[in-house]
């Protein structure tokens, strides 16, 4: 009896905690600012290419289609009526996010900005990878998040606020954690992982490897080795070491490596760098505050 109320102070501690505050505001300024950056120079490079993914007679073939009122908004460029207009789209995406940083109403452009992004991502899903995929999740459960809710004054609205808030942080945590999770299931299920030969036919397969690093390192048996069980152990013990002070920063600093060199050496550019940017996630929050003023100190001066 003594074990369940324990239980039951400790559960309602717990609720206190996250319905009176939310400790994560300027982490999430500066995970938001970071991923709406990227999203802006993604689609900056894209627009050179545009007419081929979006445009009349595009060669995307139908990937995503809904009939659902509410979810048609969504993926529009389906439509053959609308492909004329792919450009709206791209230049609306980037306006939305040129809005969210330098006008007012920072929630209206972050809602318009992700009915650009999820048009552009329907259109091109058959193309896009796990990271892009784990970006537009993100931008979802960002909606919801209020990083200003300290202002609100009705204590009833602010403390369900504050209850969002942190449920989205932990939402978004997990997704990185569940996105190792599966990733390390399903290498397990490979032969090439276990014996430690995946990074060999990384290497072999021209479209996904640098000439450079597949002259270099293809005869490397030990270093292919190497890095193949170190990307199938660090996908296994990132979900229980992220959550332990002493080797948290450790794992960090090991998936920075892990995903710069998919960036480098693969070429998966965009997944390299989104990987990468939701470790702020898992960062501190003075570490966060630190970064953010130094992020608006440099905006400022340029």
Request: some cysteine.
């Amino acid at each position: 009896m003594k074990v369940s109320s324990n239980w039951i102070a400790a559960l309602h501690r717990c609720l206190d905690d996250h319905s009176n505050a939310f400790g994560r505001v300027n982490t999430i300024k500066l995970f938001k600012a970071s991923i709406l950056i990227f999203l802006f120079c993604y689609t900056l490079q894209l627009l050179s290419v545009a007419h081929m993914f979006f445009g009349p007679g595009n060669y995307m073939v139908p990937y995503y289609k809904s009939n659902n009122i509410f979810l048609k908004p969504l993926n529009l460029l389906e439509g053959k009526q609308y492909s004329a207009y792919y450009l709206f789209f791209l230049y609306g995406l980037l306006g939305s996010i040129l809005s969210y940083f330098f006008l007012p109403f920072k929630r209206i452009s972050l809602i318009v900005c992700y009915v650009f992004m999820m048009n552009i991502y329907h259109k091109t899903a058959p193309l896009q990878n796990g990271g892009f995929s784990l970006l537009t999740i993100m931008l979802f459960i960002l909606l919801f998040i209020n990083e200003e809710s300290e202002k609100i004054k009705n204590p009833y609205i602010r403390a369900a606020q504050f209850s969002i808030a942190n449920i989205g942080f932990i939402a978004m945590r997990m997704q990185v954690v569940i996105l190792y999770m599966v990733a390390s299931y399903y290498k397990l299920q490979g032969e090439s992982w276990m014996d430690g030969t995946a990074f060999y036919y990384v290497l072999y397969n021209d479209l996904y490897s640098h000439p450079m690093f597949a002259a270099t390192l293809i005869n490397q048996t030990i270093f292919i080795k190497l890095v193949t069980w170190f990307t199938l152990l660090f996908q296994l013990l990132f979900p229980i070491l992220i959550w332990i002070r002493k080797t948290k920063k450790m794992m960090l600093a090991l998936g920075i490596i892990l995903h710069f060199m998919i960036a480098w050496v693969m070429g998966i550019v965009d997944f390299g760098i989104i990987m990468i940017l939701m470790y702020i996630l898992f960062n501190s929050e003075s570490f966060n505050t630190r970064l953010l003023y130094l992020f608006k100190r440099n905006a400022a001066a340029s």
